[in-house]
């Protein structure tokens, strides 16, 4: 099935919007689209996660340092460390929760 992952979700005004794509044990894919204003609070979870801005800009705070994020552009959150996000414009990411795999392949092998 062919799909637009811009399109696949909407924004609410005030809201959090998320759309699991994939569920498995391996791992979660989803879309999220965060609206104007709106802070996702602080988490830490045990697995890496990977984040892809599709829409927007996102400000993404990661053992407390700003990343600051454009459409098109990624960034890796490791596993047990603080993460936290806002919306100072809306935006969509698609983030995929990474459960098995845990070699040693390192974003530098990535490029």
């Known amino acids: 099935m062919v799909?637009?992952?811009?399109?696949s979700i909407q924004?609410?005004?005030?809201?959090?919007?998320?759309?699991?794509?994939v569920k498995k044990l391996t791992g979660i894919v989803s879309l999220?689209?965060?609206e104007s204003g709106v802070?996702?609070?602080?988490?830490?979870?045990?697995?890496?996660?990977?984040?892809?801005i599709i829409d927007g800009n996102a400000?993404?705070?990661?053992?407390g340092q700003l990343?600051?994020?454009?459409?098109?552009?990624?960034i890796i959150i490791p596993a047990?460390?603080?993460?936290?996000?806002?919306?100072?414009v809306r935006f969509k990411m698609l983030s995929t929760v990474i459960k098995s795999?845990?070699?040693?392949?390192s974003v530098a092998d990535l490029q």
């Open 11 to 21: 924004y609410v005004p005030s809201s959090v919007v998320i759309q699991t794509i």
């Open 67 to 74: 990343n600051r994020l454009a459409t098109g552009q990624s």
């Open 80 to 88: 047990h460390t603080s993460n936290s996000m806002e919306a100072q």
């Open 39 to 52: 802070m996702i609070s602080g988490t830490i979870i045990p697995f890496d996660t990977f984040i892809q």
């Open 101 to 105: 795999g845990y070699e040693d392949i």
């Open 32 to 34: 999220i689209a965060v």
């Open 59 to 63: 400000a993404i705070f990661i053992d």
């Open 3 to 7: 799909f637009s992952l811009v399109e």
